[in-house]
């Protein structure tokens, strides 16, 4: 599976962002979707997931209530994440991972396939 994200950039504090997350190579339905980032100097950190069949969705607590998951299996294969309320706090790149569902995982070692990343830097 392949897996490029996209639609990262330099934004600033409490406006919005989407990024979007194209894949190709096996059946989109069945892969559980997800969104990972790392801030210069830390480890790389869950921030949202969507499996597929159940539209079940899960958020880190940093995260919940700003950011929204979603996915088009239908048409284009791809996932998105709506960053809403952005804060320098969520500066990182982001990283968008898939899996075989059923189910998500906040493990970066679940994930099979990865991006490479795209910047987000939230600044004024």
């Known amino acids: 599976v392949d897996v490029v994200e996209s639609g990262g950039g330099l934004v600033q504090p409490g406006h919005s962002l989407i990024l979007s997350c194209a894949t190709s190579?096996?059946?989109?339905?069945?892969?559980?979707m997800a969104w990972f980032r790392q801030a210069p100097g830390k480890e790389r950190e869950f921030v949202a997931a969507l499996w597929s069949e159940a539209d079940d969705t899960a958020y880190a607590d940093s995260v919940k209530a700003r950011f929204t998951i979603s996915r088009d299996n239908a048409n284009k294969k791809m996932a998105y994440l709506r960053m809403n309320s952005l804060k320098p706090e969520d500066t990182a790149v982001y990283f968008c991972a898939a899996m075989p569902g059923p189910g998500w995982s906040r493990e970066t070692g679940h994930y099979s396939w990865w991006g490479q990343g795209t910047q987000v830097t939230v600044s004024s």
């Open positions: 190579g096996q059946t989109f339905s069945t892969l559980t």
